[in-house]
């Protein structure tokens, strides 16, 4: 199936009517089709690797296992079946199924359905997207996929979802962090409103400044925000928290780097020699180099023009 009608068939069966609407219900078709209920053992189900959900807390597999002991596993699994005869590839339900195991059945109930490789993919997706327990970084990932295997837009994703279009497209520019702050983001040790406000900072030095700090002091969303807003309004790395002074050192180094940069700019301005002179605070100068009376006036009329 090609991306255009992959698209197609993600719109058309799915588009602002949730998980249900992707599944075939037409009463011509067999009972496979439709979903058959049915006792599976474990050892016969795949899990898919290209699911969203990447990262399972043991702790709350442990507590999911006990429920399972006492009560058994209530909502069935989907599978699709696999390519190996008597095989089933998982569509939904891994937590369930690695609880399971770890409860001690060998069979768990699944709901089997005659799905291809590329439904099966878009019925994954799109029910692991529409829980609440993904983690920032998993959720823009299971995004960016519907956007690169299906073709579909930031509003496309929002109405099949039934989300706000904006929070679909922050969500991915989460992908844009640097690996560490979205490594963060997947161990839950960020939040996606800290990886927002990064976000407002150009890559680079200043952005991993803010990240350590974050991480350091365990800044709450607001604290990084005020941090941010301090970096982008000075443009210096000098603007850490009222108080600190832990990061003096890579501060310094920032704001050389800062000043030459700077330099940079005037001398492409003015070609010739400049210099940024810093004072006590904030307050400094900028010289211009001139060698002779026609070069000062040169200088002026540039200024002038300014």
Do not use: W
Request: charge should be neutral; aromatic fraction near 2%; charged fraction near 30%.
């Amino acid at each position: 199936m090609d991306i255009p009608a992959k698209k197609e068939a993600v719109l058309k069966r799915g588009l602002g009517r949730g998980l249900g609407a992707l599944l075939p219900d037409a009463p011509e078709m067999a009972s496979l089709e439709k979903g058959q209920l049915r006792q599976c053992r474990i050892n016969q189900i795949e899990p898919d690797a290209r699911q969203p959900r990447q990262r399972f807390v043991e702790e709350n597999l442990e507590e999911l296992a006990q429920s399972i002991k006492e009560h058994g596993v209530i909502q069935p699994l989907l599978v699709r079946p696999a390519k190996k005869e008597g095989h089933f590839t998982l569509i939904a339900g891994e937590r369930r199924l690695r609880a399971a195991g770890k409860a001690g059945l060998s069979e768990v109930p699944v709901i089997v359905k005659a799905l291809d490789e590329v439904q099966g993919l878009q019925v994954s997706l799109i029910e692991n997207l529409q829980r609440e327990d993904l983690n920032p970084l998993e959720e823009a990932q299971g995004y960016y996929r519907l956007v690169q295997e299906f073709s579909l837009t930031h509003a496309e994703i929002a109405r099949l979802l039934g989300k706000n279009r904006v929070t679909v497209s922050n969500m991915l520019r989460l992908l844009n962090l640097p690996e560490q702050a979205q490594h963060c983001l997947a161990e839950e040790q960020l939040s996606m409103g800290h990886g927002r406000a990064l976000l407002a900072l150009p890559e680079g030095e200043l952005q991993t400044l803010a990240l350590t700090e974050a991480l350091e002091r365990k800044l709450s969303v607001r604290e990084l925000e005020k941090l941010v807003r301090k970096l982008k309004k000075a443009g210096l790395a000098t603007a850490v928290l009222d108080g600190e002074t832990s990061a003096q050192e890579n501060n310094r180094e920032l704001l050389l780097q800062e000043d030459q940069a700077i330099s940079q700019r005037l001398q492409k301005i003015f070609s010739t020699g400049t210099r940024i002179r810093r004072l006590a605070g904030d307050r400094g100068r900028i010289e211009l180099d001139f060698k002779s009376t026609e070069e000062l006036e040169r200088l002026l009329e540039i200024l002038d023009n300014y």
